[in-house]
């Protein structure tokens, strides 16, 4: 919001993000955290925590874009509509899966 020149209200970012990733990451790590579970040990803790460090990348990549998308199109937080945007959130999500995964 800084690069935009938006003002930044705390608990309205935090409402904007957890409205918009809330759902979908708890929907995507699910059967991650499930496998990891059942999994050896050792390699089953490696393996949900290689995980969970994608599911974060990816979620970090879409947050961003979205949010910079929102934001250079003259958009604040105080009109930001998570509803509106979760279809390009899934998108940029799944690139963000791909540019995060390791090689």
């Known amino acids: 919001s800084q690069h935009y020149g938006v003002p930044f209200y705390r608990n309205q970012g935090k409402a904007a993000l957890g409205a918009l990733t809330g759902a979908y990451i708890s929907r995507q790590m699910s059967p991650f955290v499930g496998s990891a579970l059942k ?19 990816a979620s970090t990549y879409a947050v961003g874009r979205v949010f910079d998308t929102h934001f250079a199109s003259g958009g604040t937080l105080l009109d930001f509509d998570a ?3 979760k ?8 690139k963000g899966k791909a540019i995060v995964k390791p090689a």
């Open 39 to 57: 999994a050896i040990p050792v390699v089953g803790q490696i393996g949900g925590v290689a995980a969970m460090g994608l599911a974060a990348g």
């Open 83 to 85: 509803a509106k945007v």
């Open 87 to 94: 279809s390009v959130f899934t998108h940029e999500y799944e």
